[in-house]
């Protein structure tokens, strides 16, 4: 039997919606709750992890009895999406953007992220997928997560992947708690740096450069430049070739040609010269790096 719990209503839907799929997926989601006024659905089998979710929306896929969500079966976390297709469907349905979050690895959300990524590209609605892969460690699930990246092709317009194992070699001292935080805040940064653009002046420009691809992401705060541009080569999981000029999104005010030292240290990484886009004005300065990767 399927449930669905509504948490609190807003008025009207919003263009964008965002999807947190199984464990994992609720927890990029609850990072976001905290930062975006974005419309929220959230799906697990887990009954307790979902009523802990900071989300409007909420289903409970299953009969409520699962504690254990799919014990990494993507079949079943698969069939489960189907059977509550319909319901599903009544809150993605009428969206522009269908962000999807899932941790892959798992089955609750490696199988639902599919499904729902298959419905909301069959209503007409960009799909924009936020996923990490585990670490090594956990052999296993990082298979099935690795697996399912090759599946998702053709079922997303834009991907954004996290790479666990990236992580530990830019940081060895993280532990997996750490990282995995880490991880969840690199998701949130690039999801609203990449919906500012989308939203903006060129939002169309900056969808047609972006779509079909997979992009590593990193982001830097602060005001000296030298130390913004070394922590954003630094935080970029590169794990393949890098085929286009990264995007760089400025949130905030930069000083007039310090975009040069960027540049370079961007270019001595990925063999590619970036693009800036500027988006709002203010204090401080947040930048995020989207580089498109084979």
Do not use: W
């Amino acid at each position: 039997m399927l449930r669905f719990f509504r948490k609190k209503e807003r008025p009207g839907a919003s263009g964008t919606i965002v999807v947190g799929c199984g464990g994992g997926g609720c927890n990029i989601v609850n990072r976001l709750a905290g930062i975006s006024a974005v419309d929220i659905l959230t799906i697990n089998t887990d009954r307790k992890g979902l009523v802990r979710s900071r989300s409007n929306r909420r289903i409970l896929l299953g009969d409520g009895t699962i504690n254990e969500g799919c014990g990494g079966d993507v079949g079943k976390g698969m069939s489960l999406a189907k059977d509550a297709a319909e319901m599903i469907d009544e809150h993605i349905r009428g969206h522009m953007n269908v962000v999807i979050a899932a941790g892959l690895g798992g089955g609750t959300g490696t199988g639902s992220a599919a499904v729902i990524a298959e419905m909301a590209k069959s209503n007409g609605s960009r799909v924009i997928m936020l996923v990490s892969i585990p670490m090594s460690f956990e052999s296993g699930r990082r298979r099935i997560a690795t697996d399912a990246l090759a599946d998702l092709k053709g079922k997303y317009d834009i991907l954004i992947v996290a790479d666990g194992d990236r992580l530990a070699e830019i940081d060895p001292l993280l532990g997996a708690r750490e990282a995995f935080s880490v991880l969840d805040q690199m998701m949130c940064e690039s999801f609203t740096g990449l919906m500012e653009m989308l939203e903006g002046d060129d939002g169309e420009s900056v969808y047609r450069k972006m779509k079909g691809g997979t992009f590593t992401v990193s982001f830097a705060e602060g005001m000296i430049i030298e130390k913004v541009a070394a922590a954003l080569v630094h935080g970029l999981m590169l794990n393949a070739a890098i085929i286009s000029e990264p995007l760089i999104f400025i949130r905030g005010n930069i000083p007039s040609g310090h975009e040069t030292p960027i540049s370079k240290k961007v270019l001595e990484t990925t063999g590619r010269t970036p693009v800036f886009i500027q988006g709002p004005e203010g204090r401080g300065m947040n930048m995020v790096m989207f580089a498109e990767i084979q």
